[in-house]
């Protein structure tokens, strides 16, 4: 069994697709984070595990859906509809397989599926990273796999948007082998809106954050 960490804000309209789509061995963890539209109950009723976040952020939710995890291979995705769980396998085999400690799905997005502001902020933090430490990736990737005992490991503080980013940077220096492989990005589901993505304002906090991170 593979768990797979589904961190979520208002995504009542999506999920019932994203958990659609999970494929056999792998089990959904909703990282619920002060939902208000009945995410929670949503997904519950389509089996997931429901972890209730109280503290605010991102990489709060990303955190304690990866501490309630039991899997020793662990998953993370968005539950925004953009990311088809089907697709799960290919980032998770290398890491069962022992070819890769941490699998990012670089997006392959699909016509209107990535507003240009985001794309272009995502792809200079993943410049400066193959730079600065030398790693062969061109997305953060939010749909990322990793063994859960090494990812704990790793000692993560940053519970907003930069942890995503903090995960990739702190394997790196750990001398990780990181990897990505090509997933397929669509646009998010209808009903839902960004948090982070669909405004320059939620791109800017979330570079914000990222930076941070980098500048440690």
Not at 70 to 86: I, M, N, Q
Not at 90 to 107: H, N, Y
């Amino acid at each position: 069994m593979i768990d797979v960490v589904l961190p979520c804000l208002n995504e009542a309209a999506a999920l019932p697709g994203v958990l659609a789509g999970l494929p056999a061995g792998y089990r959904a963890i909703v990282a619920d984070n002060g939902s208000t539209d009945g995410s929670a109950d949503v997904a519950r009723a389509f089996g997931a595990q429901v972890v209730t976040v109280p503290q605010r952020g991102f990489g709060a939710a990303a955190h304690a859906g990866l501490t309630a995890a039991t899997a020793e291979v662990v998953c993370f995705a968005d539950a925004d509809g953009s990311f088809d769980l089907g697709q799960l396998p290919l980032v998770a085999e290398p890491v069962v397989a022992g070819t890769a400690d941490l699998v990012l799905g670089r997006r392959r997005p699909v016509p209107g599926a990535w507003p240009a502001h985001a794309r272009l902020a995502n792809g200079l933090l993943a410049w400066r990273l193959r730079s600065s430490l030398r790693l062969p990736i061109h997305d953060l990737g939010p749909m990322r796999a990793g063994r859960r005992q090494e990812l704990l490991g790793l000692g993560l503080t940053d519970r907003r948007f930069g942890y995503p980013l903090e995960m990739i940077v702190a394997a790196a220096r750990a001398g990780w082998r990181v990897a990505e492989v090509s997933v397929r990005y669509s646009p998010r589901a209808e009903g839902t809106r960004s948090k982070v993505t669909g405004t320059l304002l939620g791109t800017a906090r979330a570079v914000r954050d990222m930076s941070k991170v980098l500048a440690r």
